[in-house]
């Protein structure tokens, strides 16, 4: 009796420890071992009754995450089990112990199902983990997007209002009335630019080629360069998404072309080929150097154009024609079309 108290006693010893353990720990594998000899013990030389303890060290048998030490221990434990069943059967031939079975078969198929609620409770702590990533992802992005935002609209009206200042500066010594004329646009294009900022900050703000090329055609004759456009009265049959983005790639091109080109003719041109929607956008300035080509205007081209599976060409020698092609996009048409 004394004995079989001690056993107990160890028994709940090895039980509280292995739930401090580590399951790559060795030491967690001699406690488990520990309880299965305690459980063999009993169940043969005290009570058979005492062999459902077996569930005991099966819950802990579901806890190996590596499945070759979880596969060692379910085998050393389903070993031990049915061993000590044949023992009680032999030692007491007179009573029948079949209803031992089902409990037998539950003690061994047990470790799988608490192995797989472990693992599910792992993913849901891994899919907490990578939700959180993608909202930090997210919000990055987001502010990645506003900057370029902010550079695409905000770069374009200030190059105008710097070209508005330089003219009145000129214009104060020639012509007053013309120079305060050139300042109250000068204040009309400061508000645009606030309401650009609004605009961009609640992001509800829809640009339409044909607007973008109005704004276009404003600076570049503001700068002093000569402007054509070729279809666009083609720009209609563009969907808004693809209008929104192509206007903002416009407005860059048409940024970079006053800043950097020193061009005197600037020449647009929108057509259909081969499924796609092509915009040229071409001057007779300096051209891009390779350093200039990866700059944040071409960059934020490519980057918008990607959104709806479009395309930037550069060609740079005598002068610069960025060539931006976006699919068609077929299920709109055939909407239209019905």
Same mark, same amino acid.
């Given at each position: 009796?004394?004995?079989?108290?001690?056993?107990?006693?160890? /028994? @709940?010893?090895?039980? %509280?420890?292995?739930?401090?353990? &580590?399951?790559? &720990?060795?030491?967690?594998?001699?406690?488990?071992?520990?309880?299965?000899?305690?459980?063999?013990?009993?169940? *043969?030389?005290?009570?058979?009754?005492?062999?459902?303890?077996?569930? /005991?060290?099966?819950?802990?048998?579901?806890?190996?995450?590596?499945?070759?030490?979880?596969?060692?221990?379910?085998?050393?434990? !389903?070993?031990?089990? *049915?061993?000590?069943?044949?023992?009680?059967? @032999? @030692?007491?031939?007179?009573?029948?112990?079949?209803?031992?079975?089902?409990?037998?078969? $539950? +003690? *061994?198929? !047990?470790?799988?199902?608490?192995?797989? +609620? /472990?693992?599910? +409770?792992?993913? #849901?702590?891994?899919?907490?983990?990578?939700?959180?990533?993608? =909202?930090?992802?997210?919000?990055?992005?987001?502010?990645? %997007?506003?900057?370029?935002?902010?550079?695409?609209?905000?770069?374009?009206?200030?190059?105008?209002?710097?070209?508005?200042?330089?003219?009145?500066?000129?214009?104060?010594?020639?012509?007053?009335?013309?120079?305060?004329? =050139?300042?109250?646009?000068? #204040?009309?294009?400061?508000?645009?630019?606030? =309401?650009?900022?609004?605009?961009?900050?609640? &992001?509800?703000?829809?640009?339409?080629?044909?607007?973008?090329?109005? &704004?276009?055609?404003? $600076?570049?004759?503001?700068?002093?360069?000569?402007? !054509?456009?070729?279809?666009?009265?083609?720009?209609?049959?563009?969907?808004?998404?693809?209008?929104?983005?192509?206007?903002?790639?416009?407005?860059?091109?048409?940024?970079?072309?006053?800043?950097?080109?020193?061009?005197?003719?600037?020449?647009?041109?929108? =057509?259909?080929?081969?499924?796609?929607?092509?915009?040229?956008?071409?001057?007779?300035?300096?051209?891009?150097?390779?350093?200039?080509?990866?700059?944040?205007?071409?960059?934020?081209?490519? #980057?918008?154009?990607?959104?709806?599976?479009? #395309?930037?060409?550069?060609? !740079?020698?005598?002068?610069?024609?960025?060539? +931006?092609?976006?699919?068609?996009?077929?299920?709109?048409?055939?909407?239209?079309?019905?």
């Amino acid at each position: 009796m004394v004995l079989g108290y001690a056993l107990l006693i160890i /028994f @709940l010893i090895s039980y %509280r420890q292995l739930y401090w353990q &580590d399951y790559k &720990d060795i030491k967690t594998h001699r406690w488990i071992i520990v309880e299965i000899i305690i459980m063999v013990v009993l169940s *043969i030389w005290y009570n058979p009754y005492l062999l459902l303890m077996g569930f /005991f060290p099966a819950n802990f048998i579901g806890w190996y995450q590596d499945k070759k030490y979880f596969y060692y221990a379910l085998a050393g434990f !389903s070993a031990s089990l *049915i061993i000590s069943f044949v023992c009680i059967l @032999l @030692l007491q031939p007179g009573v029948s112990f079949l209803y031992f079975i089902p409990f037998l078969v $539950i +003690m *061994i198929t !047990s470790p799988f199902g608490i192995k797989s +609620m /472990f693992r599910s +409770m792992e993913l #849901e702590k891994k899919l907490d983990q990578a939700n959180e990533q993608i =909202k930090e992802l997210v919000k990055r992005e987001e502010r990645v %997007r506003i900057a370029r935002d902010l550079h695409d609209t905000l770069g374009h009206t200030l190059s105008l209002i710097t070209l508005q200042s330089q003219l009145v500066q000129k214009l104060l010594e020639i012509d007053g009335d013309q120079a305060r004329v =050139k300042a109250k646009e000068i #204040e009309v294009t400061s508000r645009a630019a606030l =309401k650009q900022v609004r605009e961009l900050v609640s &992001d509800m703000r829809s640009i339409s080629i044909k607007e973008e090329l109005a &704004d276009i055609r404003k $600076i570049l004759q503001e700068a002093g360069i000569s402007y !054509s456009c070729e279809g666009e009265e083609m720009t209609s049959d563009i969907p808004l998404l693809q209008q929104n983005i192509l206007g903002m790639c416009l407005r860059e091109a048409a940024t970079n072309i006053v800043k950097h080109s020193h061009a005197s003719n600037c020449r647009i041109q929108v =057509k259909k080929e081969r499924g796609y929607f092509v915009i040229c956008v071409s001057d007779n300035g300096h051209g891009f150097t390779p350093q200039q080509q990866e700059g944040n205007g071409l960059k934020g081209i490519k #980057e918008r154009l990607a959104i709806v599976e479009g #395309e930037l060409f550069i060609h !740079s020698v005598k002068g610069t024609s960025l060539l +931006m092609k976006v699919p068609i996009v077929k299920a709109q048409e055939k909407e239209g079309i019905a």
